[in-house]
């Protein structure tokens, strides 16, 4: 049987196609990943859900100030909230928000919807939601609210309505950005 011989030019040429294949292997393995957010999800897996807060001890009444005439799409509205904020449940309100619906200094990516949804799941639970004011500008009702949550804190805060009372965009909470592990 005749003896082979390997030349250092064989392994050379043998270590390139064996590195090309592997370009290719990534190259093809990494076009079904959307971006380096996707990559980092594909080794490390999904960051756990956050977790819930509490539910708030009783759900929010509702009412409206003396002398302000009732508007009942906007007070459905905050009634639908209250009970959401104490299922801890947002997927419910879903229906509840304009196509339209914009959370102030939205990073491009994100879905408005999908963040009102996780905020409900976090945002304290008041004692009762007061109807303070509603003004009409341009076919977009402005409610502005006083929230009365325990130990005797009260935060104001205005919801825009679209003419159907789907929420167009309110300042309820803000947006902060967390680093990683925080």
């Not at 290719?24 to 960051?47: D, F, K, R, V, Y």
């Not at 909230?81 to 449940?89: C, E, G, N, Q």
């Not at 409900?120 to 609210?145: L, N």
Request: glycine content about 8%.
């Amino acid at each position: 049987m005749p003896t082979i011989h390997k030349t250092r030019a064989d392994d050379v040429t043998g270590s390139r196609r064996r590195w090309a294949m592997a370009l290719i292997g990534a190259a093809g393995l990494g076009a079904g990943l959307p971006s380096h957010a996707g990559l980092i999800e594909w080794l490390h897996g999904s960051p756990p859900p956050r977790p819930r807060a509490p539910p708030p001890a009783q759900v929010a009444r509702v009412s409206h100030a003396d002398g302000l005439a009732p508007d009942p799409q906007v007070e459905g509205f905050l009634r639908a909230l209250a009970s959401a904020v104490m299922a801890r449940d947002g997927k419910p309100m879903l229906p509840r928000l304009a196509d339209r619906y914009t959370i102030d200094d939205l990073p491009s990516g994100f879905k408005a919807a999908d963040l009102f949804v996780q905020a409900v799941e976090q945002i304290p639970g008041a004692d009762e939601i007061i109807v303070r004011s509603i003004t009409v500008q341009g076919g977009v009702r402005i409610a502005q609210t006083e929230f009365r949550y325990p130990k005797a804190v009260l935060k104001s805060y205005s919801f825009r309505f679209n003419a159907e009372g789907q929420l167009l965009a309110s300042d309820l909470f803000k947006l902060q950005r967390r680093d990683h592990g925080e």
